[in-house]
């Protein structure tokens, strides 16, 4: 397996769930981490849990939907780094709710979020990506594959996530980039919660996969040698509790 260290990372939605996970993850196994969420004082708690781990985390507020925000970050990169070894890209937002009456303001800011920003962060990213024959990981979701009812703009966007995703590693494998999709069921995290909640339903979070199950499948995937790429996980609960 490859070592992390003094590798680079920029980690979006890092300030709680399943991105915080595989920020102290991959913190634990070298990597210097970037970490990318708007809540500064969440994501300055995470980097502080990364100084105790003995190695680098960086606060960098950034809100998705502010191309602005994404380009400075890009800007403080090339300006700090010169380079960086690994993207993941797991922010976002989530709405669920029957077509007929589906927010269409909901809509645009999952596209905004989940589609276009990341779209730029990519952009943003990539020539940095090149240099050092870097990884990008895109946290997607099991509704990236299936389209069950109510949950159809949010499908939409993770489909469209899971577009980009194939064919930005078709583009950048001949740079030595390797592209990974994770597709992970319920996983017990505060946006979970909250959607359990508006569904009415009991959050029981020991039935639901855990952020550290996610972030050992992506750190393992990370490390694999150079004769391999994963390309798709898709990952779920053990007990079906929904």
Do not use: W
């Amino acid at each position: 397996m490859e070592s992390l260290k003094d590798q680079v990372a920029v980690v979006t939605g890092a300030s709680s769930g399943i991105g915080k996970a595989i920020a102290l993850s991959i913190a634990a196994h070298g990597a210097e981490v970037c970490l990318v969420a708007r809540r500064r004082e969440l994501l300055e708690d995470v980097a502080k849990r990364i100084h105790g781990l003995g190695s680098s985390g960086h606060a960098c507020p950034v809100d998705l939907t502010n191309d602005e925000d994404i380009r400075s970050l890009g800007e403080h990169c090339q300006k700090d780094f010169g380079r960086v070894s690994i993207l993941v890209l797991c922010g976002g937002a989530i709405f669920h709710g029957p077509l007929a009456k589906a927010s269409l303001a909901d809509f645009d800011l999952m596209y905004r979020s989940n589609v276009r920003g990341h779209y730029l962060m990519i952009q943003t990213m990539l020539p940095l990506l090149r240099k050092s024959r870097g990884q990008i990981v895109f946290i997607n979701s099991s509704a990236g594959l299936r389209s069950p009812a109510t949950t159809g703009q949010f499908s939409a966007t993770q489909h469209a996530f899971r577009s980009i995703a194939d064919s930005l590693r078709e583009e950048v494998n001949p740079d030595g980039i390797r592209v990974l999709s994770v597709y992970p069921g319920r996983t017990a995290t505060p946006r979970v919660a909250k959607l359990f909640e508006k569904e009415g339903r009991a959050y029981q979070p020991d039935l639901l996969m855990q952020p550290e199950d996610i972030a050992e499948m992506v750190t393992h995937s990370l490390r694999l040698p150079r004769t391999a790429e994963v390309t798709d996980i898709s990952i779920r609960p053990m007990q079906k509790s929904y």
